[in-house]
């Protein structure tokens, strides 16, 4: 609330600042002899001071309003009677400091009981500390604009460059910005490195990625205490399961998608393409939890019934029922890369293979696929990426099986749905059973990782031939 | 001369028309191979055309009736008899606002006492023969618990009902609404099924139009008037945060990289790893966000704002791609023009480019953003799938949201009622993902220029 108060304090405070700064630099303009005179338009002069009374100010309210609490609380913390937190566990010493701070903004009463003089008492210290922080707080983002401010304004002459130094201010911004994709990518890698790595701590890497059985015991409380049995932990179960399912989803996919492909990019009358490929498309945009709700619902009783015509035993819940309904959310994938790739190969290899008599599937097949080869290994790559990637589907239609097992009619486990299944309800990053998560989660980055750049490479460098 | 060039004329025009034969022969198998090439292709459309008719054929099918749910017309009657309350506490000058809520809870507790579910029972039984009154327990099982709570709260907002009586059409519990829809699948007792039929035969059970699937949250204690509200808002939420979070900041790093920066190593490798990231499983932002905004920064589970966070990053490559597109897509002249005029190169992008380029930054903004709130497997990670029964107030409030909540649906027991309501919850996800890409596309439309 306070925050917000000087938030907005601030923000009139920038506003202002502005039109002095506008002002001040047609004054002296006039003396210099007219706006003309000026390096930069008015604007830029107000901009300017507007960014030196507020970005400083508001970087010390930011810091505030992230830290702010936690250093109040580390205060109250030390300033309580020694031994209050002895027999607590750290969470509890933590949600009791917690309802210390709601009770000090008169946003909870203290709890009767044993703690209820702690409560009280550390409240009051807060309310206190916290009154004089937020006025220490004001005092030194209050003085921080201002001088700003006045720094600026002194500045404002003829021959100062505003505008070079306001725009130094976005580009330095918009770089920033860009940063925030490379930090992305550091933070998955080392969080999932930190973990896994203490997750090896546990079991041994080669016993995870050789293993053959994946059996992890049930909760740490069991077991994790004697430091005895966590269970095995063998990867190529899931690994093999991922396998399966991604293969029948590009068995499913690529075939279908390419011809779909090709039909709309080489054959279909304009009015059936302009319909077909965003219908088609619509495909793409649905949620991946409803394709796997109906490869449930719809698909999986299909398929055990089509089983049974067939004498075979399929289960609802299956690698093929997963693997099929994979497929069908991968299409659209397909179909749309190779509809570019199918259109960028130039008009002249086709008329060339008119001319020499060649039907239209014959130019098709021996001469448009050939030279759009190295695109369409790429999406394919891409595509088996997403499919190795690919979650809700196989949490709900895989079935969860993690056996060795070549029969696709049965159920499987793959990556991705262990991950779910060992790091949903309670976060217990202190057990191997859910660090084994990020360990999986490694691996997962690692493979799609390489094949994002075989196939970006393959695509980049099949741009370049016919640009 | 016909005689004379005869004899010599026919080898060659027998050759000729063999190799005609021929020649027609295999282009019929030609043409044929074509024709089949074409069928294949038209296959492969068809299949894909079918796919999607099938899928949102089903999910009309399914989910449509789950907003038509069994009612129960009755007369319920707040006889003050039974419900000993005085009228609702105040807040008074001289307290804090806690201390009001405390007298307020009190308050609430008393009126939690009062005997609603007889108050129910006894507006059933006057439709029903006299013996039903000996079986109270079973015509209570044909309501679903959430009404008498939404008959207490009808009390608490309006005292003056108290002595008052209101005509209602009570909420029937799930295992009669499987039973009346479809009377094969449901494992209604039949001591409350025998109710339940006297009930239908006298009109009184029918189906109707209920909001409940909209407007109440979730509930494990009554399916029945289980609901998206706390879901959908937290979806909202959600979409919102990802709109303020993840466009501006996507937008600007596309113009850095675009307009501005250098050619060299390090833009390179922002570059492709950009690339990289949008081909990233969703699944590891959520291992992300478990790490660092849970355990590191110790931000609440399954609040939206964590949520948003993890969908901002997961969306952020997305919106830098198609962001870059159509700035590329600005032809060179209108920059050379600016900066031939004496503009900078910040005011040539800020002031030419970018709003030539708003609407294809926008609308791939929007397909990005539509995507994202359709995700869930990055929210099952940083603990959204826990079961919340309240409609959050701020983003930092645990909440549910609309594909977890499918999720959460679709694995409930009672597996009759729950795939209809997870086919509606599907459906008012779907609604709110092609919204906002028919928008999408409307911008695209209105404001597309070519070049």
């Known amino acids: 609330m306070n925050g917000m108060v000087t938030l907005a304090v601030l923000l009139l405070a920038m506003s202002l600042a502005y039109r002095l700064g506008r002002a001040r630099s047609l004054r002296v303009a006039q003396a210099a002899g007219g706006v003309r005179a000026l390096h930069s338009r008015p604007v830029h002069y107000g901009v300017l001071a507007a960014l030196w009374c507020g970005v400083p100010a508001l970087v010390v309210l930011l810091a505030w309003a992230v830290m702010g609490e936690h250093v109040l609380q580390s205060v109250v913390a030390a300033a309580l009677p020694a031994g209050w937190a002895d027999g607590m566990e750290a969470f509890e010493a933590r949600v009791l400091l917690d309802r210390i701070s709601a009770i000090s903004k008169g946003e909870a009463l203290a709890q009767e009981g044993a703690l209820h003089a702690l409560q009280v008492q550390g409240a009051a210290h807060m309310a206190a500390l916290r009154q004089t922080g937020q006025l220490a707080v004001a005092a030194v983002v209050a003085l921080l604009a201002a001088g700003g401010l006045w720094y600026a304004y002194r500045r404002i002459a003829p021959a100062l460059r505003a505008r070079n130094e306001v725009e130094t201010a976005v580009r330095a911004l918009l770089a920033g910005c860009s940063l925030i994709a490379i930090v992305t990518t550091l933070g998955i890698v080392l969080s999932l490195l930190g973990e896994a790595v203490r997750f090896f701590q546990f079991v041994a890497p080669a016993d995870f990625f050789l293993g053959t059985v994946w059996e992890p015991n049930f909760s740490s409380a069991d077991t994790g205490a004697q430091g005895g049995d966590y269970g095995q932990f063998g990867l190529l179960p899931l690994a093999w399961g991922t396998l399966m399912v991604s293969g029948i989803a590009l068995v499913v996919a690529v075939p279908t998608g390419l011809m779909m492909a090709i039909y709309l990019a080489e054959y279909a009358p304009r009015g059936l393409r302009s319909v077909a490929k965003p219908v088609i498309e619509v495909l793409a945009g649905i949620p991946t939890i409803v394709y796997g709700f109906f490869a449930l619902l719809a698909l999986g009783p299909a398929l055990h019934t089509a089983g049974q015509w067939l004498g075979l035993e399929v289960r609802a819940a299956s690698a093929l029922t997963a693997g099929v309904a994979m497929g069908v959310m991968i299409i659209p994938f397909i179909s749309s890369l190779s509809d570019d790739i199918l259109t960028q190969v130039p008009r002249a290899l086709r008329d060339g293979s008119y001319g020499l008599g060649a039907t239209q599937s014959e130019t098709i097949v021996r001469v448009v696929l050939p030279a759009a080869l190295p695109g369409i290994v790429g999406a394919f790559l891409l595509a088996a990426s997403r499919a190795i990637g690919e979650t809700m589907i196989v949490v709900l239609a895989a079935g969860n099986s993690p056996l060795l097992h070549a029969n696709p009619l049965e159920a499987v486990s793959t990556v991705t749905l262990t991950i779910v299944n060992q790091l949903t309800g309670d976060l217990d990053f202190a057990a191997p059973q859910s660090l084994v998560a990020f360990a999986l989660g490694l691996t997962l980055f690692v493979l799609t990782l390489a094949l994002n750049i075989v196939a970006l490479y393959i695509v980049r460098k099949y741009h370049e031939q016919y640009d | ?451």
């Open chain 2, 1 to 451: 001369m016909n005689n004379m060039t005869e004899p010599t004329a026919a080898a060659p025009d027998d050759d000729a028309r063999a190799r005609l034969a021929c020649i027609r022969a295999t282009l019929a198998r030609r043409h044929a191979r074509e024709r089949r090439f074409r069928a294949l292709g038209q296959a492969a459309v068809g299949f894909g055309v079918l796919c999607v008719v099938f899928l949102f054929a089903s999910i009309l099918y399914k989910g449509v009736p789950a907003f038509w749910q069994a009612h129960i017309a009755a007369e319920v009657h707040f006889d003050p008899a039974r419900i000993h309350v005085p009228p609702p506490p105040h807040p008074h000058s001289d307290e804090t606002p806690a201390q009001f809520q405390e007298r307020m809870h009190r308050w609430r507790e008393q009126l939690a006492r009062a005997p609603w579910e007889d108050l129910l029972v006894d507006a059933l039984l006057a439709h029903l023969p006299p013996e039903a009154a000996q079986h109270r327990a079973d015509v209570a099982r044909l309501l679903t618990r959430g009404e008498r709570y939404r008959v207490r709260e009808m009390l608490a907002e309006d005292f003056s009902l108290l002595g008052k009586t209101v005509a209602l059409a009570l909420l029937a519990d799930a295992r009669v609404d499987v039973w009346y829809k479809n009377a094969q699948q449901a494992n209604l007792p039949d001591t409350v099924r025998r109710w339940a039929q006297e009930l239908r035969a006298r009109g009184a059970l029918r189906l109707q139009w209920s909001s409940a699937l909209l407007m109440n949250t979730d509930s494990r204690a009554s399916p029945a008037s289980a609901g998206l509200a706390g879901a959908l808002v937290g979806s909202l939420y959600m979409m919102l945060l990802v709109i303020v979070l993840a466009v501006p900041v996507g937008v600007a790093s596309a113009i850095w990289l675009e307009e501005f920066a250098p050619k060299n190593r390090f833009t390179d490798l922002i570059e492709v790893n950009i690339n990289n990231l949008a081909a990233v499983p969703s699944i590891l932002f959520g291992l992300l966000g478990a790490v660092i905004f849970i355990n590191g920064l110790h931000l609440p589970l399954s609040a939206p704002l964590v949520g948003a966070l993890v969908l901002s990053l997961m969306t952020l490559p997305t919106i830098i791609i198609a962001t870059r597109v159509s700035l590329q897509a600005i032809p060179g002249s209108i920059r050379q023009a600016a900066l031939g005029i004496g503009a900078s190169r910040v005011q040539a992008v800020f002031h030419h480019v970018l709003p030539l380029a708003l609407p294809g930054i926008l609308t791939g903004a929007i397909i990005g953003v539509a995507r994202a709130i359709g995700e869930t497997a990055p929210l099952l990670l940083i603990g959204m799938s826990a079961f919340v029964s309240t409609v959050p107030r701020t983003p930092l409030e645990p909440s549910a949201a609309l594909p977890v909540q499918i999720y959460l649906w679709q694995g409930n027991e009672l597996r009759n009622f729950f795939e209809a309501r997870a086919s509606a919850a599907i459906l008012v996800l779907l609604v709110l993902m092609l919204s906002l890409n028919a928008f999408a596309i409307w911008l695209r439309k209105r404001f597309e220029r070519r070049w």
